[in-house]
């Protein structure tokens, strides 16, 4: 494979916007036909939350980059600041809070290429 069709460029991704931020994918089966990676960067709104859900087919990765983030997985929180990671495990339910007065951002990533989504309610 081209090196070339490895790239996803800039005006290529997917950007999701949600009351509580967006999620802009730069890597997935979609984009780059990984079955094996699913990347994106998210942006947290100041004082938002996205709500609780749960990937049931993949573990995921959080490393945050800017902001600080509770995230609480289940009836347990724990404050992310920049250059801290994440690991949720595989089904595990999750949300993240941003308390903060300026935007959060982090890096996602899942181990697979069709990352599923599963609100909890």
């Known amino acids: 494979m081209a090196i070339d069709e490895l790239v996803t460029r800039s005006h290529e991704q997917r950007q999701e916007t ?7 994918w730069v ?28 990937h049931p087919n993949c573990d995921e990765a959080l490393l945050v980059l800017e902001g600080t983030i509770e995230h609480w997985l289940d009836d ?3 404050t992310l600041e920049p250059g801290d990671c ?8 999750h949300r993240a809070v941003n308390q903060g007065n300026e935007d959060a951002k982090a ?12 609100p909890v309610e």
Do not use: C, K, M
């Not at 949600?18 to 802009?24: P, V």
């Not at 994440?86 to 339910?93: T, V």
């Not at 890096?107 to 599963?118: K, L, P």
């Open 76 to 78: 347990e929180s724990t």
């Open 86 to 93: 994440l690991h949720i495990p595989r089904g595990q339910a």
């Open 27 to 54: 890597d997935s089966a979609a984009l780059t036909a990984s079955d094996a990676l699913t990347v994106g960067h998210v942006t947290i709104f100041a004082g938002a939350e996205n709500p609780e859900h749960a």
């Open 107 to 118: 890096v996602i990533a899942y181990d697979t290429g069709t990352r599923e989504f599963e």
């Open 18 to 24: 949600h009351e509580w931020g967006t999620i802009t």
